[in-house]
């Protein structure tokens, strides 16, 4: 494991209760996790994922999809521990971490992970076709991308909410972070990439501030969402996921330390 993040301040703006795993793999290489919890999750309850569910479980579904750990959170929640009595379709997830939430929290077989994880990996390796349909809980901003390429495909979709992304109610120290001169921030979501960029600009700040820190993103929709909002050097993990993030962030101050010593 290199020591490249040894002593490096690294800024996670994921939501409290998500940024437990993000903060470990930063202390095992030495960096400093900053907190900066831009924004927060918040389950739905609506009678349209209640009946969608139960339409699930009767098996008038072919696919389950699955987007994200929030979604299988608030299904569980909304399922309050029913559970699946059987599993009469398959189930499909946009990468590893959403597959084993689905596996430890609805005790589900998975089908099917994408090998890049992103919703139009996930649309492109999916293999459904005229009659299918698709059940697909999602966040209520959810882009309508990825519905729209399965129905293209001949499935019939029904995307529902079953979750929504809040901006931290909390006023975040945006002053703080600037004179502390952090070395890199890092975004998981194009949520927090919004929700960060609109502490600093309440707050009279302005994103250049931040100075030379990089801005790490974790995937093409958040580092999309990076760019839009005054983040012109973003750069994007490959593989998609934090390990992809960590992976990048040695990489890139490998490279610094060993220009500083050059």
Request: one cysteine or more; hydrophobic letters at 45%; aromatic letters at 4%.
């Amino acid at each position: 494991m290199s020591d490249s993040l040894a002593g490096r301040t690294i800024v996670n703006t994921r939501a409290s209760h998500q940024a437990g795993e993000l903060d470990c793999l930063l202390k095992e290489r030495g960096a400093i996790p900053v907190p900066f919890p831009c924004i927060g999750i918040a389950f739905v309850v609506t009678p349209e994922l209640d009946r969608a569910l139960d339409d699930l479980i009767a098996g008038h579904y072919d696919w389950f999809v699955l987007t994200s750990v929030n979604t299988v959170h608030a299904v569980a929640d909304q399922l309050s521990g029913r559970g699946f009595p059987h599993q009469g379709f398959r189930v499909a997830c946009v990468g590893p971490k959403t597959a084993q939430a689905a596996r430890d929290l609805l005790g589900l077989r998975v089908d099917l992970v994408p090998h890049e994880h992103h919703a139009r990996a996930l649309a492109n390796a999916l293999p459904v076709g005229l009659g299918d349909r698709v059940l697909m809980p999602a966040s209520m901003i959810a882009r309508p991308e990825l519905g729209q390429c399965l129905t293209a495909k001949g499935a019939a979709v029904d995307q529902v909410a079953a979750y929504r992304t809040t901006s931290s109610a909390a006023r975040l120290d945006a002053r703080a972070l600037v004179e502390r001169a952090v070395d890199a921030v890092t975004f998981a979501s194009p949520s927090a990439v919004c929700a960060f960029a609109g502490q600093f600009k309440r707050q009279e700040i302005g994103l250049c501030e931040l100075g030379r820190a990089t801005i790490v993103c974790i995937g093409p929709r958040t580092h999309e969402s990076a760019l839009n909002h005054g983040f012109p050097e973003a750069v994007m993990a490959h593989p998609h996921t934090l390990i992809g993030l960590v992976s990048l962030l040695e990489q890139t101050f490998s490279v610094t330390t060993l220009g500083d010593r050059l």
